[in-house]
């Protein structure tokens, strides 16, 4: 395989707080051989999130709001042979670009294990089952690399999924592609938790795991999220 050249692909909306250390973070990591660019995927965001990511020499696409609309503009945009889709409050491995250089001489596409930046042992067990490569537990905070031919492939995110887009794109892919959970950890925050409860947050994503694979559509499923999680932005 040709050289590996990494283009990072982050969807944000409103997300001022957490872009400078995030931006930083990403540009001090090791490895930089393997990283060609880091596009910011805006949604439509009032705050000063596009001025951080140009001032961190971040490239900027401006999209409709929606994930699976944001990190398909910012494929799009994206000049590397492998897209690594990753969410403004997570942070990789220090060593991810080179990890998934090498990842990807043996499979098309893959995440990461999960770890919270909490010492909640509630938290810790939910993130230990991220390790096994099981769809309908799949979290959009492991992070997503793909070979961009396999994503051409696949077609991209689906547009029509306001959540769970993640999961369905990882179906596509592993129908005909090699998907690996690979035994490295990215770290997300714990904030949507702090803010509606470990246990309730989560049973709500159960709830709302469930309907989805029973085919509930994504407008219903959308309803049942606001109504019950607090400052959730789709």
Known sequence: MKAI??????????????????LAYLSSMPHKEHLLEIIIADGGSSDNSIEIAKQQNAIVVNSKKGRARQMNAGAKMAKGNVLYFLHADTYPDTHTWQIIAKAVEKTDAGCFRLKFNTTSLFLKVNAWFTRFNINAIRFGDQSLFVKSEVFLTVKGFDEKHIVFEDQKIVKRISRNCTFKVL????????????????????????????????????????KVYKKLVNQLNI
């Open 5 to 22: 050249a990494i283009s990072v692909i982050i969807p944000v909306l409103n997300e001022e707080e957490s872009l400078p250390s995030l």
């Open 183 to 222: 035994p490295f950890y990215v770290t997300t925050s714990d904030r949507k938790y702090k803010e509606n409860g470990n246990v309730k947050l989560q049973s709500i994503f159960f709830l709302i795991c469930a309907l989805y694979h029973s085919g509930v559509s994504q407008e219903k499923l959308v």
